[in-house]
């Protein structure tokens, strides 16, 4: 299994709902990452996992919240958004914090607050 | 990590190479050069990365210049589905981090 996979690959959400994000993957990698997607823009780093630990927190907001509840597992709970948090959210994986191998990356989420 | 440069964007015909510029001027000595590329709404697919030499693999070549300040990445026969936008990206190996520039977006003309 090469994959990385997200789900929901749609997600529509009111500003006071609570929503969450999966991501997974069974290559063995043990850094996992999120990254936010504008329209027209290059993906944003939000969190970095390394060993189930999170290693980075790229200032995001405490709506955004993440969990690595195992080596394999990735999730990011949601609530309270606003209409400016809708994006494709992406998941990577890489084989260890040094990742020179490169990232692995999921076909994301579209979230849409309304 | 160091910052990249890019074209906005480029045209190629279908069948020619397409050669994708980069500058990566304040590359350290231990950064790597990865490719990726991003087909519109999925996520980004890993394509090639060097750190000194040139490298070639089944999808494309990357030629990296003897002072590391720039690179290019060639995909030597370029199909419609080449068609994305392509990130050059300078990182460490042991960093964690990894920021995108704005990319290239490849436009491969029938």
């Known amino acids: 299994d090469t994959e990385v996979t997200q789900t929901p690959k749609h997600l529509v959400m009111g500003m006071t709902n609570k929503k969450s994000l999966k991501c997974e993957q069974h290559?063995?990698?043990?850094?996992m990452y999120w990254y936010k997607q504008k329209a027209k823009k290059p993906p944003e780093l939000m969190f970095v996992?390394?060993?189930?630990?999170?290693?980075i927190n790229e200032s995001v907001p405490s709506r955004f919240s993440p969990e690595c509840p195992n080596s394999s597992l990735l999730n990011l709970h949601l609530h309270a958004l606003q209409p400016e948090d809708s994006a494709l959210y992406l998941c990577?994986?890489?084989?260890?914090?040094?990742?020179?191998?490169?990232?692995?990356f999921g076909s994301g989420t579209r979230l849409t607050v309304v | 990590d160091a910052k990249t440069t890019q074209p906005p964007s480029m045209d190629c015909a279908e069948g020619r190479a397409a050669n994708l510029p980069c500058n990566h001027s304040?590359?350290?000595?231990?950064?790597?050069v990865y490719w990726y590329r991003q087909i519109h709404s999925q996520g980004p697919q890993y394509i090639i990365h060097?750190?000194?030499n040139n490298e070639t693999n089944e999808m494309a070549s990357l030629i990296i210049t003897e002072d590391r300040k720039s690179s290019t990445l060639i995909l030597p026969h370029a199909t419609l589905r080449d068609t994305a936008v392509y990130y050059c990206?300078?990182?460490?190996?042991?960093?964690?981090?990894?920021?995108f520039g704005t990319g290239t977006k490849l436009q491969v003309i029938p």
């Open positions: 990577a994986s890489s084989q260890d914090h040094q990742a020179v191998y490169g990232y692995t």
């Open positions: 290559m063995g990698h043990r850094a």
């Open positions: 996992y390394s060993y189930e630990k999170l290693s």
């Open positions: 304040t590359i350290s000595g231990n950064e790597y």
């Open positions: 060097g750190l000194k």
């Open positions: 990206i300078s990182s460490w190996g042991g960093y964690q981090k990894v920021t």
